[in-house]
């Protein structure tokens, strides 16, 4: 990697924190320049704005993200395990975040939602990701003859999605994972009134 290429990767992975912890509106040219002890100069050598570096630095901390979720279901042969794997990456995620400042997906949504269309469109592609990760698991294992015909691999992608990320907006506001911690045992719940194995 050049000194040009670590200094860019040194920008997307400082600027990845602020973000995520402070959102867009919250970042300014100015706290990056702190934090990677570059000139304004430096950083626009690297990226054209502070669109670019924030869609960089989101892109980053979904990686971090999917690279934990992997993590949790690769070994895993059956679907049913897979998911359950993939549910409990979310363990202990809002007190000991494998990212700085918790979900990408949830701060960045609710911050972009109607103040920023490109991060919204990239968050949308980021969850889209999931879903279809998800969906494909399920529809594995209906192949398989691991998990009931009557699943609705969309369905059941939704409610794990939805449940997750609305008990980690609440288990931050209240800074505790209890509210985390009762969503992931209500899923393995229902994601095991699926399994025929």
């Known amino acids: 990697m050049s000194k040009s290429e670590r200094t860019k990767q040194n920008i997307i992975e400082k600027a990845a924190i602020l973000f995520n912890q402070n959102?867009?509106?919250?970042?300014?040219?100015?706290?990056?320049?702190?934090?990677?002890?570059?000139?304004?100069?430096?950083?626009?050598?690297h990226f054209k704005s502070k669109d670019e570096i924030a869609l960089a630095a989101f892109d980053l901390t979904f990686d971090l993200l999917k690279q934990k979720v992997l993590v949790d279901i690769v070994n895993n042969s059956h679907a049913i395990d897979r998911l359950h794997g993939f549910i409990d990456s979310f363990k202990g995620f809002t007190q000991s975040p494998t990212i700085?400042?918790?979900?990408?997906?949830?701060?960045?949504?609710?911050?972009?939602?109607?103040?920023?269309?490109?991060?919204?469109?990239?968050?949308q592609q980021a969850v889209n990701e999931i879903f279809a990760l998800l969906e494909s698991m399920i529809e594995l294992g209906i192949r398989q003859g691991e998990i009931s015909t009557t699943a609705n691999p969309k369905e059941i992608s939704i409610v794990i999605i939805s449940t997750l990320e609305g008990a980690i907006m609440l288990s931050k506001l209240y800074g505790t994972d209890m509210y985390l911690d009762r969503a992931i045992d209500h899923l393995h719940q229902y994601i095991s009134n699926y399994a025929l194995i």
Not at 23 to 45: E, H, P, V, W
Not at 100 to 123: F, K, M, W, Y
């Open 23 to 45: 959102g867009y509106a919250g970042t300014s040219i100015n706290d990056i320049m702190k934090l990677t002890g570059l000139q304004k100069g430096g950083i626009y050598n």
């Open 100 to 123: 700085v400042g918790g979900c990408p997906i949830l701060n960045t949504a609710i911050e972009s939602d109607d103040t920023h269309a490109p991060l919204r469109r990239r968050t």
